[in-house]
């Protein structure tokens, strides 16, 4: 599953003249189905169970979640049983989107709850209910969420030989996990990580700087202004957007998280926001499978 980090630096007029260096970690090219970040954040779950001989993995996700789907195939890979609490009763008795099909193809088993229920996800008496019911199993926080999440973020920086080269990472945030892992990454070095959040984290992402500097290490700078109306949301000048930057660069944003981050990197790029020199590594969280629940980029 793993495999030694791909950079690629992106080359336009736009660049150059904006005299800033712009890299992408390629996590999207990880795997065809466990693209991304969300392998990373499984892998320390995968290992707590393999050592406590757990059976089965139990999580949290919307119907569109990549973290659901890449845990379907994780788990099956590595031989266990597991099961999607979906957001959504009403969704048991329809057809699958083409995520929770995949989910059901690769072994997992759906159980749709109510939007009421979903929001217990991290109760204690509500996750010890579950618990009861599947004695054997590791209950894994929505989006692998918590340290044990952070800490396989860390091994996927970790593969980078000259990580503190880059002034900036950036990455999208959904449970900002990834983000907070890449933060923890680069503690010791004068790298920033910058996040754009694909839906309103105002909020979370307070408690998260709050809980960055207990640990001494630098807040999270966070770019707000780049949700287009929260998750999920794409509108058609975000596929633009995404149709432009495949065409310039050769690599496509996924339309939940990284078009809006490569939108607001751009965005600020043109505004000036970097002094000339600066180098960003840009990290390609993947995410590819949710153009399924999207028109295609169609001209
Ligand atoms: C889940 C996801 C994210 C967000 O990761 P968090 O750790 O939840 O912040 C970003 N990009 C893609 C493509 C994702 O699937």
Do not use: C
């Given at each position: 599953m793993e495999k030694p980090a791909i950079i690629d630096h992106l080359f336009s007029d736009f660049l150059k003249e904006h005299k800033v260096q712009v890299d992408i970690l390629r996590e999207d090219l990880l795997h065809p189905q466990i693209s991304g970040n969300k392998y990373w954040k499984l892998k320390?779950?995968?290992?707590?169970?393999?050592?406590?001989?757990?059976?089965?993995?139990?999580?949290?996700?919307?119907?569109?979640?990549?973290?659901?789907?890449?845990?379907?195939?994780?788990?099956?890979?590595?031989?266990?049983?597991?099961?999607?609490?979906?957001?959504?009763?009403?969704?048991?008795?329809?057809?699958?989107?083409?995520?929770?099909?995949?989910?059901?193809?690769?072994?997992?088993?759906l159980d749709f709850i109510s939007r009421k229920d979903y929001k217990m996800r991290f109760d204690t008496k509500f996750l010890d209910t579950i618990k009861k019911k599947h004695p054997n199993s590791l209950i894994i926080p929505e989006g692998g969420a918590g340290d044990t999440g952070e800490k396989g973020v860390v091994d996927m920086i970790g593969r980078i030989q000259n990580i503190s080269q880059y002034n900036y990472i950036l990455v999208c945030s959904g449970t900002s996990t990834t983000a907070i892992g890449i933060a923890k990454a680069v503690k010791d070095s004068e790298t920033k990580v910058i996040t754009v959040p694909a839906l309103n984290l105002r909020q979370t992402l307070l408690n998260v700087n709050d809980r960055l500097v207990k640990y001494g290490i630098d807040p999270l700078i966070s770019w707000q202004e780049y949700t287009f109306g929260g998750y999920g949301k794409f509108p058609d000048e975000l596929r633009s957007f995404c149709k432009d930057f495949q065409k310039e660069y050769n690599i496509l944003p996924d339309p939940v998280y990284t078009s809006k981050g490569l939108y607001g990197l751009l965005d600020k790029i043109s505004q000036g926001y970097f002094k000339k020199g600066t180098k960003i590594l840009f990290v390609h969280t993947g995410g590819l499978q949710g153009w399924r629940g999207y028109n295609k980029l169609s001209d």
């Open positions: 320390y779950f995968i290992k707590e169970a393999q050592e406590k001989n757990y059976n089965t993995l139990i999580s949290f996700g919307g119907a569109y979640s990549n973290h659901i789907h890449a845990l379907a195939y994780t788990g099956k890979k590595f031989g266990f049983k597991t099961i999607g609490i979906i957001r959504g009763e009403e969704l048991a008795a329809k057809e699958r989107n083409p995520t929770l099909y995949d989910a059901e193809q690769y072994g997992m088993k």
